[in-house]
């Protein structure tokens, strides 16, 4: 079967960084996307990757290993705003979307 | 009105009643998705259309029904619902389906079956 495994929640601090992993198993790999979700609104697309390496933007990073189905996604001098869900995604073969359950991140002061 | 639009936002029905679910997108695009989001859960695609013609169905009950009369508007007509299906039901676009393209949501529509 095809899966996304990420951490239902993580805690982190006002300021520092935080790393939000993700790892899939899927029939065929045709791209990786992240959207942020807060609380009672809508996903919002954060980035995609499809080559293996890193992909900057501004505060927020992601990486993608097609040979370890892996990926991360990096939040810098974090803000209370980024207190909200992130949302990992992967395209199969026949570029159906398969979703994660979200990741959770509370930012404390 | 720009993006994804979704009415109504809120909605409480009771198992009898049938009602429909209205997404409207602007961005000039040719793929329409609609997902339920239950708490906790992966979001689960139900239906996919691209230029109008269902694409995708994943094993959604009956009484769900889609509708795509152009390519801007997107309907999802409900009858005799069961409890479980109280969640939010989220409608998405994409330029076209597959490849790069990312999803743009609309606010989604929590639905609560009585």
């Known amino acids: 079967g095809q899966n996304i495994d990420q951490p239902t929640e993580m805690t982190a601090t006002e300021g520092a960084i935080v790393q939000i992993n993700c790892t899939y198993q899927t029939s065929g790999f045709n791209g990786l996307f992240w959207y942020q979700q807060h609380a009672g609104e809508a996903p919002t697309f954060l980035s995609y990757?499809?080559l293996d390496g890193l992909e900057e933007k501004g505060r927020f990073s992601s990486f993608l290993s097609r040979s370890k189905g892996y990926s991360y996604l990096l939040l810098k001098e974090l803000q209370m705003k980024d207190s909200a869900s992130y949302l990992c995604a992967v395209t199969d073969s026949n570029y159906q979307l398969i979703w994660g359950a979200g990741t959770k991140l509370i930012i404390k002061p | 009105e720009t993006g994804v639009t979704q009415t109504p936002r809120h909605l409480v029905m009771g198992m009898t009643n049938k009602k429909s679910l209205k997404c409207e997108q602007h961005l000039g695009h040719n793929a329409m998705y609609w997902y339920k989001q239950s708490a906790k859960k992966p979001l689960e695609l139900m239906f996919v259309y691209s230029l109008e013609e269902r694409v995708e169905n994943n094993s959604v009950p009956s009484r769900f029904s889609p509708e795509c009369p152009n390519s801007s508007h997107l309907f999802l007509h409900l009858h005799t619902l069961q409890p479980e299906d109280s969640a939010l039901y989220l409608c998405?676009?994409?330029?076209?389906?597959?490849?790069?393209?990312?999803?743009?949501f609309g606010p989604g529509t929590r639905l609560t079956v009585t």
């Open positions: 998405a676009s994409s330029q076209d389906r597959g490849g790069p393209y990312e999803q743009y």
């Open positions: 990757n499809v």
